[in-house]
């Protein structure tokens, strides 16, 4: 079995690191701030999606990232915690599974923050935001995970995620999916891409392997 990760939400919170930078970005460029629940609202898409749908102007959108990555890698492990039992649910899936994580945050501060909590050797690859051309929820980042891995067609795979970005790539994938309430989904929306829905990563994790 297979198992590929989503990060924020499913893993970690990292809400307070996301909020800090983008306001940072917007007090940088002196440009008006939208709500912490416009921010959170968005989170899971490619930053400088983020930033045009927040109002960014179009000609500065890459400024305003850079400065966003530039606070965040400051305060990003200082900020972000594990979510509750995320650290029990990768040790519990690497004693039955091969593990990945796929997420829309630069890979190379996701690898940092992994390895800051002590967990990265747990997973087999990690693809960031700058591994890919298509973020999720183009089946990309996925397949360019599995790359990874070997006799993909006798592994059972699973892609566990908590906004529909990832539940989506996973079906452009043909991969199977679970959806976890522990982030900025909500279960209304994660139905509509998976039957398959924890409240947390833990659950998802005892689920496969109940069925492993």
């Known amino acids: 079995m297979i198992i590929l990760f989503d990060l924020d939400g499913t893993l970690i919170d990292s809400t307070e690191a996301i909020l800090e930078g983008f306001h940072h970005s917007f007090d940088l460029h002196n440009h008006p701030h939208p709500s912490d629940e416009e921010i959170k609202a968005l989170i899971g898409h490619p930053l400088d999606v ?17 400065s966003y990555k530039e606070h ?21 899936a690497s004693e039955f599974a091969e593990l990945g994580i796929v ?27 700058e591994d890919v051309q298509n973020p999720k929820p183009h089946a990309e980042p996925i397949q360019k995970a599995l790359e990874s891995f070997s006799n993909l067609k006798q592994k059972d795979i699973w892609m566990i995620g908590d906004t529909e970005l990832d539940l989506i790539s996973a079906k452009n994938a043909s991969v199977k999916s679970i959806g976890v309430l522990s982030g900025y989904g909500e279960k209304n929306t994660l139905i509509k891409h998976t039957s398959t829905i924890f409240n947390t990563t833990y659950e998802a994790i005892e689920y496969l392997k109940g069925i492993k």
Do not use: C, N
């Open 50 to 66: 983020m930033f045009s749908d927040l109002g960014a102007p179009q000609e500065s959108i890459w400024d305003f990232v850079d």
């Open 72 to 92: 965040y890698r400051k305060i990003s492990t200082l900020k972000t915690e594990l979510l509750p039992q995320a650290r029990e649910a990768v040790e519990l």
């Open 103 to 129: 997420t829309t945050k630069t890979g190379k501060y996701s690898q940092i923050l992994m390895e800051h909590f002590g967990i990265m050797d747990k997973f087999q690859v990690l693809i960031g935001r």
